[in-house]
């Protein structure tokens, strides 16, 4: 069972991780079944998401970058189709995003978690509005590092938000899997997960069909499931909270197999 409890509300389930399916609201993200929009959101619901990460911009290596107004213009109808038919204690949304003004509007829409690649530091105004709200927040690290560097830059970067305001309860980490790391790297922080997991804030892990993925099992990102499902459940055996998948079916078994065999 994982429990994660945040100030305004509580993420539950009888699986030993919480499952975070992603809906790319792109036409260039770099798994191209990972894009699409409410027929996704519904598709991965129905399969037992506890979660919807929502992007409207993709982070992919060498992506284009939109504006506020076209991200908002991605993104606004799957919220509201999701919010039409399932509330928030049926399933959470989180908002893949590094803008105020694109969070503000999801917000706004029914989205309930912001999960920043920037760790809040991109747009001045996005850690203000979010300590204002009181939403969980992922912070992402970004570059080069490995596991013991990745912690200590948590432990800073989640000391300076919460003096501008966010709650400690409302953190979530993610060591930033393939953005702006070497191959070994990565590998190091999936081996070293624990080590991430010491502090108070649950672990993210978003290991889905990345480039160490490939590099470990020689596939391109077609073919990198099975993969991917080894190094997740490696992650959750060494403390990862939630898990930020593609494939969520194929997560479900294993986690569900992991349950009973713990």
Same mark, same amino acid.
């Given at each position: 069972m994982c429990q994660i409890d945040f100030s305004k509300f509580s993420l539950k389930s009888s699986r030993p991780a919480l499952l975070m399916g992603i809906v790319n609201a792109t036409p260039d993200s770099f798994y191209e079944k990972s894009r699409g929009g409410q027929q996704r959101a519904f598709q991965l619901i129905e399969e037992g998401a506890d979660i919807l990460d929502i992007g409207g911009e993709s982070t992919?290596?060498?992506?284009?970058? $939109?504006?506020?107004?076209?991200?908002i213009k991605r993104i606004l109808p799957v919220i509201e189709a999701v919010r039409k038919e399932f509330s928030p204690e049926q399933i959470r949304i989180s908002v893949d995003t590094r803008k105020a003004s694109v969070f503000k509007a999801a917000y706004e829409a029914g989205a309930d978690i912001l999960n920043d690649v920037s760790a809040l530091s991109d747009d001045e105004t996005i850690t203000e509005l979010a300590a204002k709200l009181q939403v969980p927040v992922v912070l992402m690290h970004q570059g080069p590092g490995r596991a013991e560097e990745i912690a200590a830059f948590f432990k800073s970067? *989640?000391?300076? $938000?919460?003096?501008? @305001?966010?709650?400690?309860?409302?953190?979530?980490?993610?060591p930033g899997i393939g953005f702006g790391k070497s191959n070994e790297e990565c590998i190091d922080i999936i081996k070293k997960t624990e080590v991430l997991c010491k502090s108070e804030y649950p672990l993210l892990m978003a290991?889905?069909?990345?480039?160490?993925? @490939?590099? /470990?099992?020689?596939?391109?990102?077609e073919n990198r499931l099975f993969g991917t499902l080894a190094a997740d /459940?490696? *992650?959750?055996?060494? @403390?990862?909270?939630?898990?930020?998948?593609?494939?969520? *079916?194929?997560?479900?078994?294993?986690?569900? $197999? /992991?349950?009973y065999l713990q």
């Open positions: 992919r290596p060498g992506y284009t970058e $939109v504006d506020a107004e076209e991200e970067r *989640s000391r300076e $938000v919460q003096l501008q @305001g966010i709650k400690a309860e409302d953190i979530i980490v993610d290991l889905s069909r990345k480039r160490c993925i @490939g590099q /470990m099992t020689g596939r391109d990102a /459940m490696i *992650s959750v055996q060494k @403390g990862a909270k939630i898990i930020r998948v593609h494939d969520l *079916s194929a997560a479900i078994d294993t986690l569900n $197999v /992991m349950k």
